[in-house]
């Protein structure tokens, strides 16, 4: 069993919709959640964390944690063509160390 | 540009031959991470540092992999006798401090082909 999963896609959704990326991990330990965006070629950039259960909102985005189902999703909304990118989830237990999920593509239609 | 800053961003060798890989953490930043991103998969850790200390290295390869981050100067991921396999996509990260719920910021990577 992978640590962290995701959906790999991609998911599209048209443009102005509600996008919901999913996330499940393993370790029960796990303590903290980053979802991270990352374009064709370029690093992951940081868009949300969350280490309590329930939802953190931070704009459009929306993280949601729900640690007794090990659970995390991201909603995007009204989803834009630049919100176009791969989706990775990270996850920390004990230590430092960011495991990532393969990540989900997300193509918004104009 | 206070960001995380990587250098260079593309490199090319050729089998056998030494990389260098380096990494200035942003500002106030002490703690490095390095991961990789092969083609088609995932980010994977690689090595924990801090000033002068390798904090975890559970991710590095065993042989032909090192990682130090001086006291003064960038940290350095260095890959001996390079081979094929060794091709891909070299992220660093830096964080404030050393608690797992700090952020991890990163820096554009280094593209690293072997010929």
């Given at each position: 069993q992978k640590e962290v999963e995701q959906n790999s896609g991609p998911l599209s959704v048209p443009e102005g919709a509600i996008a919901s990326l999913n996330c499940t991990y393993s370790?029960?330990?796990?303590q903290s959640f980053f979802w991270y965006r990352q374009y064709s070629g370029k690093s992951p950039e940081l868009i949300m964390s969350i280490y309590s259960n329930g939802d953190k909102e931070d704009g459009r985005f929306t993280a949601q944690l729900n640690k007794a189902s090990q659970y995390v999703s991201l909603l995007i909304r009204?989803?834009?063509?630049?919100?176009s990118a791969t989706y990775l989830c990270a996850v920390t237990g004990y230590g430092n160390k960011l495991v990532f999920g393969a990540g989900t593509i997300l193509r918004v239609k104009s | 540009n206070a960001g995380v800053m990587q250098n260079p961003r593309h490199l090319v060798r050729r089998r056998g031959q030494e990389a260098r890989l380096r990494c200035s953490p942003m500002k106030g930043h002490s703690h490095v991470y390095w991961y990789r991103q092969l083609p088609e998969e995932g980010l994977k850790f690689m090595v924990y540092l801090q000033k002068e200390n390798i904090i975890d290295e559970s991710g590095m390869p065993k042989e032909r992999f090192s990682a130090e981050f001086p006291k003064e100067g960038p940290s350095i991921l260095r890959i001996q006798q390079?081979?094929?396999?060794?091709s891909a996509a070299y992220f660093c990260a830096s964080s404030q401090?050393?608690?797992?719920n700090q952020p991890q910021h990163f820096g554009d990577g280094t593209r690293l082909s072997i010929l």
């Open positions: 370790d029960r330990g796990s009204d989803s834009q063509p630049s919100d | 390079v081979v094929r396999g060794d401090q050393g608690n797992s």
